[in-house]
């Protein structure tokens, strides 16, 4: 007996002949909604194309490119200068450039304008922002959007640099911001972020701003590996953001280093505050800040390494203080806080403060102008170690005497002070000195 095999073919031909208009009409609702569906739901990465970009090519602007393009779209820019003024995004796009290409603003608004989520630009230099009283124009602003990406971009002559307004797990990586600030009124930041969060600042170089990072009401941000340097006011600034991390930057040369105010849960670590020096200039200053920490990092060259005012439970652990005017110089309203484990080298005054009484605990630092002894060979000096000495006391009491430094009436007083102890704040003890500098 033959058997026949058939095909899928035949057996929908089949299915088609014996059943009856109802079902046929069923069979292709059901196909035709399965097609819709799975259209739906394909990724747009499947459908989407590859614009290129260049003076000779169809598509010679990247406005037009911009226009054109869809979700998913990638925008690639060929070598050379693009004068596109206001340049809006209003799409899930990617826009890349090969070496040697300039976006020019030409002084309009912001050059970039982002506005949708998922935006990726790279590998582009940006210049040209805009100039107003009453706006805020920058290299690449971004507003209330998600998932933005910039990547290897080189950002000069914007007010400007970043301004990333209402975003949420944004990076800005390995790119650079070089700004036409020439005072605090007209100049701009390098990244400026308000009330975002969970993004992410690494590897990126801000020079000649206002300042050089600024964050206000944003919070659960990683900030690591930046050089922040030369700018008009602070290498970083940032106040009613709580919860953040910022570790391994430098700040070098800026009127004050870093601002930290008005915030809590911050983690301080392995940065380095370097010779922001001026008449009132602060590695870093901490103001109303609380349950944080400062670990590993390095104040050198500072004219006030650490200004801590009214700060609380606050951990200063590990740190190098070499070579500046002042350690750390705290206020009378600055309590409950541990400087343990650092290292005191080559100071004017380690430690300064206003006050005769204080809750903050001073433990196993190293101090070099310790003159005591470890007869127990614990590493540990046996007498305790005056922080403060008598000109340190009153110079924060009273700045104006500083004319006085190593005049012969102040070295006179410190010399009775080492015999007769009695006139500087006895509260202000390292009760265990090391005595040998932690490497």
Request: aromatic fraction near 12%.
């Given at each position: 007996?033959?058997?026949?095999?058939?095909?899928?073919?035949?057996?929908?031909?089949?299915?088609?002949?014996?059943?009856?208009?109802?079902?046929?009409?069923?069979?292709?609702?059901?196909?035709?909604?399965?097609?819709?569906?799975?259209?739906?739901?394909?990724?747009?990465?499947?459908?989407?194309?590859?614009?290129?970009?260049?003076?000779?090519?169809?598509?010679?602007?990247?406005?037009?490119?911009?226009?054109?393009?869809?979700?998913?779209?990638?925008?690639?820019?060929?070598?050379?200068?693009?004068?596109?003024?206001?340049?809006?995004?209003?799409?899930?796009?990617?826009?890349?450039?090969?070496?040697?290409?300039?976006?020019?603003?030409?002084?309009?608004?912001?050059?970039?304008?982002?506005?949708?989520?998922?935006?990726?630009?790279?590998?582009?230099?940006?210049?040209?922002?805009?100039?107003?009283?009453?706006?805020?124009?920058?290299?690449?602003?971004?507003?209330?959007?998600?998932?933005?990406?910039?990547?290897?971009?080189?950002?000069?002559?914007?007010?400007?640099?970043?301004?990333?307004?209402?975003?949420?797990?944004?990076?800005?990586?390995?790119?650079?911001?070089?700004?036409?600030?020439?005072?605090?009124?007209?100049?701009?930041?390098?990244?400026?972020?308000?009330?975002?969060?969970?993004?992410?600042?690494?590897?990126?170089?801000?020079?000649?701003?206002?300042?050089g990072i600024y964050l206000e009401f944003s919070e659960d941000l990683e900030i690591s590996n930046n050089l922040s340097k030369d700018n008009i006011r602070y290498g970083m600034h940032f106040m009613f953001s709580n919860e953040?991390?910022?570790?391994?930057?430098?700040?070098?040369?800026?009127?004050?280093?870093?601002?930290?105010?008005?915030?809590?849960?911050?983690?301080?670590?392995?940065?380095?505050?370097?010779?922001?020096?001026?008449?009132?200039?602060?590695?870093?200053?901490?103001?109303?800040?609380?349950?944080?920490?400062?670990?590993?990092?390095?104040?050198?060259?500072?004219?006030?390494?650490?200004?801590?005012?009214?700060?609380?439970?606050?951990?200063?652990?590990?740190?190098?203080?070499?070579?500046?005017?002042?350690?750390?110089?705290?206020?009378?309203?600055?309590?409950?806080?541990?400087?343990?484990?650092?290292?005191?080298?080559?100071?004017?005054?380690?430690?300064?403060?206003?006050?005769?009484?204080?809750?903050?605990?001073?433990?196993?630092?190293?101090?070099?102008?310790?003159?005591?002894?470890?007869?127990?060979?614990?590493?540990?000096?046996?007498?305790?170690?005056?922080?403060?000495?008598?000109?340190?006391?009153?110079?924060?009491?009273?700045?104006?005497?500083?004319?006085?430094?190593?005049?012969?009436?102040?070295?006179?007083?410190?010399?009775?002070?080492?015999?007769?102890?009695?006139?500087?704040?006895?509260?202000?003890?390292?009760?265990?000195?090391?005595?040998?500098?932690?490497?």
């Amino acid at each position: 007996m033959k058997t026949h095999h058939l095909s899928k073919i035949d057996l929908f031909i089949n299915f088609c002949a014996f059943r009856d208009t109802n079902s046929f009409i069923r069979l292709f609702r059901l196909l035709r909604f399965s097609l819709y569906v799975s259209t739906f739901f394909i990724p747009n990465s499947i459908w989407a194309k590859t614009i290129t970009v260049c003076k000779n090519c169809s598509v010679h602007s990247v406005k037009q490119a911009i226009l054109l393009a869809n979700d998913g779209d990638t925008i690639q820019i060929k070598k050379g200068l693009y004068q596109e003024g206001f340049l809006t995004i209003t799409k899930s796009i990617t826009i890349e450039g090969e070496p040697g290409v300039t976006i020019d603003g030409l002084k309009e608004k912001h050059v970039f304008g982002i506005y949708h989520d998922h935006v990726k630009i790279s590998d582009l230099k940006v210049m040209g922002s805009g100039i107003s009283d009453l706006a805020e124009y920058a290299g690449i602003y971004t507003e209330k959007v998600k998932h933005c990406q910039f990547e290897n971009l080189e950002l000069v002559d914007n007010v400007y640099g970043f301004y990333l307004s209402e975003t949420e797990n944004c990076s800005i990586k390995n790119s650079s911001s070089i700004g036409n600030a020439e005072n605090e009124v007209l100049g701009g930041n390098g990244i400026h972020l308000w009330s975002s969060s969970k993004n992410q600042i690494f590897g990126n170089t801000l020079v000649k701003h206002r300042d050089g990072i600024y964050l206000e009401f944003s919070e659960d941000l990683e900030i690591s590996n930046n050089l922040s340097k030369d700018n008009i006011r602070y290498g970083m600034h940032f106040m009613f953001s709580n919860e953040n991390r910022f570790s391994k930057n430098t700040f070098k040369n800026n009127s004050a280093g870093v601002a930290v105010m008005y915030s809590k849960k911050i983690l301080m670590e392995e940065n380095q505050f370097i010779e922001n020096w001026g008449e009132s200039s602060n590695g870093i200053l901490l103001k109303d800040i609380s349950d944080s920490e400062l670990l590993k990092n390095e104040f050198k060259g500072n004219t006030i390494a650490v200004f801590a005012d009214g700060i609380t439970h606050v951990n200063f652990v590990d740190n190098h203080f070499i070579n500046n005017g002042w350690g750390i110089k705290i206020l009378g309203n600055t309590d409950h806080n541990l400087i343990k484990n650092n290292n005191f080298i080559k100071n004017v005054f380690d430690i300064s403060t206003n006050t005769k009484s204080t809750t903050n605990i001073f433990i196993q630092n190293y101090w070099d102008q310790y003159k005591g002894y470890d007869l127990n060979l614990d590493q540990f000096g046996d007498v305790p170690h005056k922080t403060i000495h008598f000109f340190g006391y009153w110079i924060a009491v009273y700045p104006f005497l500083m004319i006085l430094y190593e005049s012969p009436v102040v070295i006179f007083l410190q010399g009775i002070e080492k015999v007769f102890p009695i006139v500087t704040p006895i509260e202000f003890e390292d009760k265990q000195p090391r005595m040998r500098a932690r490497i």
